[in-house]
């Protein structure tokens, strides 16, 4: 029997799917969950340095194409994030991804440092989200200068905790942010966030469904767009390692994204439509796959594409 | 109409695909209104969830907030909610008249089992099942609901309902008219017994056969009724109260410490579950998921 495991920046996972962040992220008995139900590895909540309110609901719907969310990144701050993160350490053995967000440069070194003396095995950091623009302007990740500033300081700060950045879709080119934070010192590449922000509105009560009035869109519709980021950041930065994720919906879809070029695969609106099942259900289906293949380990499908 | 006949959601344990779901919130217009109790008010709105006693819908009031409530009635094209004023957006509710619009989805969760299943009575009685159901303050809201359905099954149901002061008990002459046996407790006496719902309870466990226990209020309540039902061999559910924010399993606002979600596996729980929770009666978690002791 062929495993599911595969190495991503010098950390072993039992499998590639890992919980993306800002799902089912609030507390550490909820992420531990995730790993009993199946997951190679969970992305906790994007942490802050001090307490962030996030938005007023709604905050999130879906519909059987796509899902919109502006949660706006509530957390209550350093304090509870280490507190997180400890007893996940005492409840886990596998990989942890500490997803760290800030509002300026300056902050996102500060909360880098702090995260890092708690020893995660990676630090993804979130200079992506498209729902808090009214409180902070463009994300970092839209501009290259930005993005390697934010890149070199979490860098400076972390010791050897390899890092990814978290890139977002909405950009003239994702390649080039990519290829900017490369220089600056990540070690790999979280892509993509979701795609827009949209808008939805109720027509009866004329009112935008979600509090912020736009959010980001994910699931089943964003694929093609986070197939082809992780295509063309694979393309241009064959040696940096891809965490993949954006509408990723069965196993099929998880070993696509893989041979477009992902070493790890981001899971996270899948649970909207699958529940707790999604793990065992999209692991189930690579199995199949994978036996049946020519390939003897999972890792020889990475960006199989750009060999065709 | 009955009850149950205006089409109950679906059973407890049965799968729901989650996109199935309607997650975008609808229109309703209020209906009509009326005061239950001090800052308790009923709010009626035209049309149905198909809901279950004991599940609960988000109601959104427009470019506000938009909160969980338990359903107090679904049945005969009308839903009912009994809604305490407590925050911002329920204080925006009660300035909303008869004829405005706000947003609903739903019905969410596991609710109250009511279809009694016509199990051998442990204590070998006759054919009718005996129900208590005990609320505390406005977590009385859902039960009658699910008393009238346990009554459409031809059940015999006695209602506990407690709360501080007279004047803030709420649905207890529902109850009576709908034929419950109803019994009250109040903190400083002004109605009923003085004392707790847990004393009329720890009495009707001492003398009746009881089949099955439901309760939906404070949580400290609730573990004590658990631990007494457990003790004495009685079937018990209780409705696990915790931050709901999306109401459909992807937030994780709600997890209890097993990491199990209580907007799908809950709220409404066995008492055996709810006793695996070690949270329960004890803390719950705000909207950043910090700690609060209830």
Redesign the interface.
């Given at each position: 029997m062929k495993n599911l495991h595969v190495n991503f920046c010098g950390v072993a996972f039992k499998n590639p799917l890992v919980l993306a962040s800002g799902v089912l992220g609030v507390t550490a008995p909820s992420l531990s969950r995730v790993i009993e139900l199946g997951a190679g590895g969970i992305t906790t909540k994007s942490l802050w340095r001090e307490p962030h309110p996030g938005h007023p609901n709604p905050t999130m719907f879906g519909t059987k194409e796509y899902f919109m969310n502006a949660v706006g990144l509530s957390d209550a701050g350093l304090v509870k994030g280490v507190q997180t993160m400890k007893e996940l350490r005492e409840r886990t053995k596998e990989p942890i991804i500490a997803n760290i967000v800030a509002g300026n440069i300056q902050d996102f070194g500060a909360i880098a440092e702090a995260i890092a003396e708690l020893s995660p095995d990676a630090i993804e950091v979130n200079i992506s989200c498209p729902n808090v623009e009214s409180e902070f302007g463009k994300p970092f990740a839209c501009s290259r200068i930005d993005a390697a500033a934010v890149t070199k300081l979490v860098r400076a700060n972390v010791g050897d905790i390899p890092i990814a950045i978290k890139l977002s879709p909405n950009v003239e080119s994702i390649v080039d942010i990519a290829k900017a934070v490369v220089d600056a010192g990540a070690d790999a590449i979280t892509a993509i966030n979701t795609v827009g922000p949209g808008m939805r509105w109720n027509i009866d009560l004329r009112t935008p469904i979600l509090s912020n009035r736009v959010g980001g869109v994910s699931g089943p519709a964003i694929f093609p767009i986070a197939v082809k980021a992780v295509y063309d950041i694979h393309a241009a930065l064959p040696n940096t390692p891809i965490i993949a994720t954006g509408g990723v919906n069965s196993g099929r879809d998880a070993l696509e994204i893989m041979m477009a070029g992902g070493t790890l695969v981001g899971v996270g609106t899948a649970i909207y439509y699958h529940g707790d099942a999604t793990w065992k259900k999209f692991t189930d289906e690579m199995s199949q796959w994978l036996e049946k293949s020519e390939f003897e380990t999972l890792s020889d499908i990475i960006g199989i594409f750009h060999k065709a | 109409m009955g009850c149950c006949g205006g089409g109950c959601g679906k059973q407890n344990g049965e799968?729901t695909?989650?996109?199935e779901l309607n997650?975008?919130?609808?229109?309703f217009v209020i209906d009509r209104m009326w005061e239950e109790a001090e800052n308790i008010r009923t709010f009626v709105f035209k049309g149905t969830l198909h809901a279950k006693p004991g599940q609960f819908c988000?109601l959104?009031i427009?470019?506000?907030?938009?909160?969980p409530f338990s359903i107090a009635r679904d049945y005969d094209g009308e839903i009912w909610l009994t809604i305490c004023k407590v925050g911002p957006a329920t204080t925006r509710l009660f300035e909303m008249k008869a004829g405005d619009?706000v947003?609903i989805?739903g019905a969410y969760g596991q609710g109250f089992s009511t279809a009694l299943t016509p199990s051998p009575s442990p204590k070998g009685r006759g054919e009718h099942s005996k129900v208590v159901l005990i609320g505390g303050g406005y977590g009385t809201a859902p039960l009658h609901f699910t008393g009238k359905c346990h009554q459409d099954a031809g059940s015999d149901v006695t209602m506990i309902i407690g709360a501080r002061h007279k004047n803030l008990l709420i649905w207890e002459k529902e109850s009576k008219d709908s034929g419950f046996r109803t019994l009250v407790a109040t903190n400083d006496g002004s109605a009923g017994i003085q004392g707790f719902t847990t004393h009329i309870l720890e009495d009707l466990l001492k003398n009746e056969a009881i089949d099955l226990v439901q309760t939906c209020g404070p949580e400290k309540m609730m573990r004590a009724i658990v631990e007494m039902c457990i003790d004495q061999g009685v079937p018990c559910e209780v409705s696990v109260e915790r931050y709901m924010?999306?109401g459909?399993?992807?937030?994780?606002?709600c997890?209890?410490?097993?990491?199990?979600?209580m907007c799908?596996t809950g709220p409404v729980v066995s008492a055996e579950k709810a006793m695996t929770f070690s949270d329960f009666g004890v803390f719950h978690?705000?909207?950043?998921?910090?700690r609060k002791n209830w």
């Open positions: - | 799968e695909l989650h996109h997650t975008e919130p609808r229109a988000m959104w427009p470019e506000c907030d938009e909160k619009y947003g989805r924010k999306c459909f399993g992807i937030c994780g606002q997890v209890v410490e097993t990491g199990e979600k799908q978690r705000g909207a950043e998921g910090q």
